[in-house]
């Protein structure tokens, strides 16, 4: 139990930490809403991109696209069946800077999400995996400073997106025939 609160408390004290930045600069406020909000859809806009620009690479394009759905509609939410958590606006004070949304946040779509699609690109094109491992990153820490999800939920998604992706990827490349 003193494990279980010792990481609880660590969990909010970084949550505290992150969001504590909301409200004391427009500018970044804007960037944390556009990076909470829109980056995942212009990731997924460049990996579209970058199927039509280098069509050698479809299926990368779309095994990355079948992880991030399966990691975020599938993993993701069968885990929030079992183990709902509040966000952090239903529990806290807080500044929440977009949006609230009905549904648990352990762990993160967005994350799980972000890190299946960039662990499949990272696979196949290291380069272009980094940039996507990195814009993952980003919208991560975007979505606890605009409130909606504890740190502990980034960290769960990232572990299902990656798992996600990279077994997804396997087992395409092993049994798949696309």
Same mark, same amino acid.
């Given at each position: 139990m003193f494990l279980y609160n010792s990481l609880l408390w660590l969990d909010h004290s970084i949550f505290k930490f992150i969001n504590g930045f909301a409200f004391k600069w427009v500018w970044l406020d804007m960037l944390g809403i556009f990076l909470s909000k829109y980056l995942i859809y212009l990731g997924a806009i460049?990996?579209?991109?970058?199927?039509?620009? !280098?069509? @050698?690479?479809? @299926?990368?394009?779309?095994?990355?696209?079948?992880? *991030?759905?399966?990691?975020? !509609?599938?993993?993701?939410?069968?885990?929030?069946?079992?183990?709902?958590?509040?966000?952090?606006?239903?529990? $806290?004070?807080?500044?929440?800077?977009?949006?609230?949304?009905?549904? $648990?946040?352990?762990?993160s779509g967005h994350a799980s999400f972000g890190f299946a699609v960039a662990t499949v690109v990272y696979l196949w094109n290291k380069k272009w995996g980094l940039v996507f491992f990195g814009a993952a990153v980003l919208i991560?820490?975007?979505?606890? !400073?605009? *409130?909606?999800?504890?740190p502990a939920d980034i960290i769960a998604g990232a572990g299902v997106g990656i798992f996600s992706g990279w077994l997804i990827n396997k087992l395409i490349k092993k049994y798949g025939r696309i």
């Amino acid at each position: 139990m003193f494990l279980y609160n010792s990481l609880l408390w660590l969990d909010h004290s970084i949550f505290k930490f992150i969001n504590g930045f909301a409200f004391k600069w427009v500018w970044l406020d804007m960037l944390g809403i556009f990076l909470s909000k829109y980056l995942i859809y212009l990731g997924a806009i460049i990996l579209i991109l970058f199927l039509l620009r !280098f069509q @050698k690479n479809w @299926k990368m394009v779309v095994i990355a696209l079948a992880s *991030g759905l399966v990691a975020r !509609f599938l993993i993701t939410d069968a885990i929030r069946t079992l183990r709902p958590r509040l966000r952090p606006f239903n529990i $806290n004070d807080i500044n929440l800077l977009i949006d609230r949304v009905n549904q $648990n946040s352990f762990p993160s779509g967005h994350a799980s999400f972000g890190f299946a699609v960039a662990t499949v690109v990272y696979l196949w094109n290291k380069k272009w995996g980094l940039v996507f491992f990195g814009a993952a990153v980003l919208i991560s820490i975007a979505r606890v !400073f605009a *409130g909606v999800h504890w740190p502990a939920d980034i960290i769960a998604g990232a572990g299902v997106g990656i798992f996600s992706g990279w077994l997804i990827n396997k087992l395409i490349k092993k049994y798949g025939r696309i």
